[in-house]
C-alpha cells in the first residue's frame, strides 16, 4: 500500500491509485527488441497465466496494445469469425459498447438488454440460444462497471457450454480480484486491461484464450493492428510485440504482478476490495446515499449511488468538493436515473474508504445539502426492477 499519498486517491474503474512501487518501476527506459525485454514479456505472459489458473499446454496470454476498448475489439473481431454471430449479454454501457463494436465490423450480433439494474441469467441464454442456432459465440460481461453489477458469470458459461457455444468474456474490471478459473470455467477467451485490478498503469491489455481458438482465429481479424492471432504467432516465434510495446507499463505491469502475488493473489486481492466497498457502503448510507443495486449484485469493483433528490446538490459541486478533499470520483453512466460511481479498487485500504465517506459528508454540508436521499422515483424504479 502506498506509504504518502500527494495525488488523489482515484475512486474510479481505472486508470486506479498504484502503489509507489509501481510508479518507481518505470524509471528505467528498456529497449523494445532487447533480450531483457523480452525476457519480461515472457515473464509477464506466465504469471498471467498463473493467475488465471490456465495449463501452458493449452493456453496462452497474449499482450495487446492499447486501451481496455481497444483490447476488446481485437478480442470479438479475432475470434468470432466473420460467418458467426453472437449473442450480447447486455446490462449497462459496456454490453451496449460490445454490440456497436460488433455492428461497426460489420459482425451479426443479437442482444439481450437487462437495463441497469439487474444481471443476464443462465436460464435466459439457454433460451435465446435454443432459439436461434445460428449464434455461435456468447459475449458476457464480467462486472458491469457502469452500474456495479457482478454478473453471474458461472451459469452464464454453463449454460454457453451445454448449448455446444464459445463463451467470450470481457473481465476487464474484474480479472485478478473476481475469480476466473480456466480449470472449471468453460471458455474461449477472456480479455482484461493492465490498469484494473492487477493495479498496474494504462498502456495495454491482454487476453487469455485457449491455443486451439487462436489457431482457429487466424484471418479473423478486421484489422491488422487488433489482430490477437498474428500478436500471438508473432510473440511465439520473436518473444517480441509486432510493434512499438509499452515498455514502461510491461515494467509496471511486472511490479503489480508482484505484488498482487505478496497479497495472496486473487483470493487476496478480492478480500481487500470487498473490505473496500462494506466500509464504503455502510458509510455512504449511514450519510443517507442510496446505492443503485440491491446487495446481491453490489460487486467489490465499483458502487453507483443514486443523486440525491435536494435540489442544493449539483454534481459538479460534489466532484469539485470531493477532489479538494483529496478523492476523485466517476460521474454515471446510466440511462435510467441520475447518478454517480465510487471505485473500491486500486491501492486503497479501509481507512482511505472512511476518508471518502468523510469527504462526502463534508461536501454536502459545504453545498447545503440537507438530505442525500434519491428521488422518490428512484427507488420505486429499483424495487420495480428487482421485483420483476
Known amino acids: ?55 501452458p499446454a493449452e ?175 508473432y510473440m511465439e516465434k520473436t518473444g517480441q510485440w509486432r510493434f512499438t510495446p509499452p515498455t514502461h507499463s510491461v515494467a509496471a505491469f511486472l511490479k503489480a504482478l508482484e505484488l498482487h502475488a505478496a497479497e495472496g493473489g486473487q483470493p487476496g486481492r478480492l478480500a481487500r476490495y470487498s473490505r473496500n466497498r462494506d466500509v464504503l457502503v455502510e458509510g455512504m448510507r449511514a450519510a443517507g446515499f442510496e446505492t443503485l443495486l440491491d446487495d446481491r449484485w453490489l460487486s467489490p469493483i465499483i458502487v453507483t449511488f443514486f443523486t440525491p433528490a435536494d435540489p442544493a446538490f449539483d454534481f459538479a459541486r460534489f466532484y469539485e468538493g470531493m477532489k479538494a478533499r483529496g478523492f476523485i470520483i466517476y460521474p454515471g453512466k446510466l440511462t435510467v436515473v441520475p447518478s454517480f460511481r465510487m471505485g473500491c479498487i486500486g491501492a486503497l485500504n479501509e481507512s482511505v474508504m472512511r476518508a471518502a465517506v468523510a469527504a462526502a459528508t463534508e461536501t454536502l454540508t459545504e453545498m447545503g445539502v440537507r438530505s442525500a436521499a434519491p428521488p422518490a422515483s428512484a427507488l420505486e424504479e429499483r424495487r420495480r426492477h428487482n421485483a420483476a
Open 59 to 233: 493456453w496462452a496470454s497474449v499482450p495487446m496494445q492499447g486501451s481496455g476498448s481497444y483490447c476488446v475489439e481485437a478480442m470479438l473481431g479475432s475470434f468470432l469469425p466473420p460467418d458467426g454471430k453472437a449473442l450480447v449479454l447486455a446490462n449497462g454501457a459496456y454490453g451496449q459498447r460490445a454490440a456497436k463494436t460488433l455492428a461497426v465490423m460489420g459482425r451479426a450480433h443479437v442482444v439481450i438488454d437487462k437495463g441497469d439494474y439487474l444481471p443476464p441469467r443462465g436460464e435466459e441464454v439457454s433460451a435465446a440460444l435454443a432459439a436461434d442456432p445460428a449464434i455461435t459465440h456468447v459475449v458476457a460481461i464480467h462486472c458491469e462497471t457502469s452500474s456495479g453489477i457482478l454478473n453471474p458469470l458461472e451459469e452464464i458459461a454453463e449454460a454457453t457450454a451445454a448449448a455446444g457455444r464459445k463463451l467470450l468474456i470481457d473481465s476487464m474490471s474484474a480479472f485478478g480480484a473476481l475469480p476466473l478459473d480456466a480449470r472449471s470455467l468453460p471458455f474461449e477467451a477472456m480479455v482484461s486491461s493492465a490498469n484494473k485490478c492487477i493495479e498496474g498503469v494504462p498502456g495495454f491489455g491482454f487476453v487469455i484464450a485457449r491455443k486451439d481458438a487462436l489457431e482457429a482465429a487466424a484471418g479473423n481479424a478486421h484489422s491488422l493492428s487488433l489482430d490477437v492471432h498474428d500478436q500471438w504467432a
Open 1 to 55: 500500500m502506498t506509504a504518502q499519498q500527494t495525488d488523489p486517491w482515484l475512486l474510479t474503474p481505472g486508470p486506479l491509485t498504484t502503489d509507489a512501487r509501481v510508479r518507481e518501476a518505470m524509471l528505467r527506459d528498456w529497449g523494445s527488441w532487447d533480450s531483457d525485454f523480452r525476457a519480461m514479456t515472457a515473464e509477464m505472459r506466465a504469471r498471467l497465466l498463473d493467475v488465471a489458473h490456465a495449463d
